[in-house]
């Protein structure tokens, strides 16, 4: 009986060693799922602004400031730092045939340590569409 009982006693810190071992470790590879789960956020929010930003271009009375409005807006959202637009043709004329959206941020100034990650590569996003001058058809009054 009295081998039990000491066998038990010899063992009592063991789980507290292993923890105090694995924890760091643990630690760490949660910290890298939130961080790549928080870049794949920040790309998926670059994508989607660029392609508002676009929307908002392609209508006939729409400028350069209802694109980078919109973009601006998608971004705001999510409380995305450091991004720049940029809008071609700019400024939008009434003959533009289309209407190009480029949106991007660097990861680093969005995350903890996404920086480590993406050594200050940019997230770039560009969509281009066909503004609706193409479907509107005005006669000419003579």
């Known amino acids: 009986m009295r081998k039990k009982l000491r066998r038990r006693f010899e063992r009592h810190g063991a789980a507290t ?31 989607q602004a660029a ?12 400028s350069t400031s209802d694109v980078t409005t919109a973009a601006q807006s998608m971004l705001n959202i999510l409380g995305i730092n450091g991004s720049t637009i940029t809008v071609t043709p700019n400024p939008i004329a009434w003959s533009s045939q289309t209407v190009q959206c480029t949106v991007s941020c660097t990861a680093g100034a969005n995350g903890w340590l996404l920086w480590f990650f993406t050594a200050g590569s940019p997230i770039s996003a560009t969509i281009t569409m066909d503004r609706e001058v193409q479907a509107v058809s005005v006669s000419s009054a003579s």
């Open 17 to 47: 060693v292993e923890f105090a071992l694995c924890a760091p470790v643990l630690f760490a590879v949660i910290m890298g799922i939130i961080e790549f789960a928080r870049m794949l956020q920040i790309q998926q929010t670059v994508r």
């Open 51 to 62: 392609l508002e930003g676009a929307r908002a271009g392609i209508n006939l009375d729409a």
